[in-house]
T-cell receptor, first 117, second 111 residues
Framework: DTGVSQDPRHKITKRGQNVTFRCDPI?????LYWYRQTLGQGPEFLTY????????KSRLLSDRFSAERPKGSFSTLEIQRTEQGDSAMYLC???????????????FGPGTRLTVT | QKEVEQNSGPLSVPEGAIASLNCTYS??????FFWYRQYSGKSPELIMS????GDKEDGRFTAQLNKASQYVSLLIRDSQPSDSATYLC???????????FGEGTQLTVNP
């Protein structure tokens, strides 16, 4: 399987605990994105990386959230001091984009469903 | 006003019919448009991308883009029960990289 992978697929945690999610993009893709989706809504952008550089962060990304992509390959998203409002599906996507690219397609992984009790 | 709006659902069509899904966007600088299909409990799956005005066909799917009207649509011909899902419209600006999604339209194809 050469698609985007995410781990874990499900996470149940108690309020106040820290959680970390991992995303492995499609191997040749240089851009990696994190989105969050709640029931009945479309995904909302959180942040994205080009290689190891974090280029954009949404205002949704509070200081409890941090994302890294240390070697330009896999990425982690950490949520500190989780709150019940953090319960959502966390989606990772990747794309291949260069200066002369003509395609901007993003491909999603299976997601990590977080439940904060 | 929401940045990306989709026709309210749910939409129900009989098997074999044409399903029409619509999307409008507010930002005139948007240049890239995508349709994703999302089955219940699963992640979004890219089914169509369109960048230029006009129609783009891929099998039973046709995407239509009208930048002057800020409108993009998806037609599904010969709808099948397996097409029953939520369809998400996503828009990307020229200068940015993020996708902005609509809330989705739930489609049910009845056998």
């Amino acid at each position: 399987d050469t698609g985007v992978s995410q781990d874990p697929r499900h996470k149940i945690t108690k309020r106040g605990q820290n959680v970390t999610f991992r995303c492995d993009p499609i191997s040749e893709h240089n851009r990696l994105y994190w989105y969050r989706q709640t029931l009945g809504q479309g995904p909302e952008f959180l942040t994205y990386f080009q290689n190891e550089a974090q280029l954009e962060k949404s205002r949704l990304l509070s200081d409890r959230f941090s994302a890294e992509r240390p070697k330009g390959s896999f990425s982690t998203l950490e949520i500190q001091r989780t709150e019940q409002g953090d319960s959502a599906m966390y989606l990772c996507a990747s794309s291949l984009e260069w200066v002369r690219t003509s395609s901007y397609e993003q491909y999603f992984g299976p997601g990590t469903r977080l439940t904060v009790t | 006003q929401k940045e990306v709006e989709q026709n309210s659902g749910p939409l129900s069509v009989p098997e074999g019919a044409i399903a029409s899904l619509n999307c409008t966007y507010s930002d005139r600088v948007s240049q890239s448009f995508f349709w994703y299909r999302q089955y219940s409990g699963k992640s979004p799956e890219l089914i169509m991308s369109i960048y230029s005005n006009g129609d783009k066909e891929d099998g039973r799917f046709t995407a239509q883009l009208n930048k002057a009207s800020q409108y993009v649509s998806l037609l599904i011909r010969d709808s099948q029960p397996s097409d029953s899902a939520t369809y998400l419209c996503a828009v990307r600006e020229t200068s940015g990289s993020r996708l902005t999604f609509g809330e989705g339209t739930q489609l049910t194809v009845n056998p």
